[in-house]
């Protein structure tokens, strides 16, 4: 029986049928493992495709850089015009040139921190029924996509719910509080953003709860525990980084809405009395305002309050990092 050996290839005949047979080329180590010598063709693939990711890293990483060079530069005559008073300053009024974005960043920081206050229960509530009690089965499907079509519905849609339908509930409950009843304000739009929010922190508190290694739950169900121990002293303290980091996606996604929470919150340039009271967004004005923008430091302010809003998410994406590391770390 003749074998010829090629670089990649061996040929051998079949002793059965006369044929030919080509197999991958086995090299076998000192230590007896076998291993696949890989050709020149897949070791080029694998250097392009290594060159590939690192190439749209890299890529992804300038834009972030060139979207906030952008907004440094087009802001530049606000800054020379406003100062750091930009950040503190209480009063907006384009007609005197006189810009601060005090009032905005604090109906931005309210609406985005109570919004993921009302959503925390709910998300974790969705999570664990679906990752633990209802993994599978009609009605876990059925929660699914109606969780999944919370997140996908526009958030214009959102707004016109908020408008017909929590605003009166909000009113009617503002009247009986003693509260002004105007409806629109800061709770009205942490409502809605509440509601929006949801599923980003449900879904990946889902994925993570399944991750959980079933031994783990099993050694714990064989010494006793209930099935609120084991989700309180297994399923929670093994999920922990992943749960937060949910909680991270819902914030950024509260601090970036613009459309449903500009038609909910009242567009006021006042520090809000109350959560209650109407008030503004550093995203609603910018929407309100950037087409009437008539002369250049007016637009260079809106472009500047972009860009505060920017380094704000930044700098609440970077704590929560910083958080998430020290939970895998324990």
């Known amino acids: ?107 931005t920081i309210l609406t985005s921190f109570m919004a993921l206050i009302i959503s925390i229960p709910f998300s974790f509530a969705v999570g664990i029924f679906l990752g633990e009690y209802y993994p599978k089965g009609w009605v876990s499907n059925i929660l699914k996509n109606t969780v999944e079509l919370i997140a996908a519905v526009p958030s214009v849609i959102y707004g016109f719910w908020g408008l017909a339908v929590l605003v009166p509930l909000v009113r009617g409950f503002e009247t009986k509080i003693g509260v002004d009843p105007v409806g629109l304000g800061i709770f009205t739009s942490s409502l809605i953003l509440a509601v929006m929010i949801i599923p980003y922190a449900a879904s990946l508190g889902r994925s993570m709860i399944q991750m959980v290694p079933s031994n783990l739950k099993e050694a714990a169900y064989s010494l006793g525990a209930t099935r609120w121990e084991v989700i309180r002293s297994v399923i929670l303290p093994y999920t922990r980084s992943g749960l937060f980091a949910g909680i991270m996606l819902s914030l950024g996604r509260a601090l970036g809405e613009t459309m449903a929470v500009t038609m909910v919150i009242g567009n006021t340039s006042l520090i809000p009395k109350n959560i209650f009271s109407p008030g503004n967004t550093m995203a609603s004005v910018i929407a309100n305002e950037f087409t009437e923008a008539d002369h250049p430091v007016y637009l260079s302010a809106l472009i500047e309050l972009g860009l505060v809003l920017f380094v704000v998410t930044v700098v609440i994406n970077m704590i929560g990092k910083r958080l998430i590391k020290g939970f895998s770390n324990e």
């Open 1 to 107: 029986m003749e074998t010829s050996v090629d670089n990649d290839l061996i040929t051998r005949p079949d002793l059965t049928t006369g044929r030919v047979i080509a197999s991958t080329k086995i090299q076998e180590d000192v230590k007896g493992i076998k291993r696949v010598k890989r050709s020149h063709r897949q070791i080029r693939a694998e250097n392009v495709f290594r060159r590939t990711l690192v190439i749209v890293a890299l890529t992804m990483v300038v834009l972030v850089l060139g979207i906030m060079l952008t907004l440094v530069v087009q802001s530049i005559p606000s800054i020379k015009s406003a100062g750091l008073g930009f950040l503190w300053g209480k009063t907006w009024d384009p007609v005197k040139d006189v810009f601060g974005v005090y009032p905005f960043l604090l109906g």
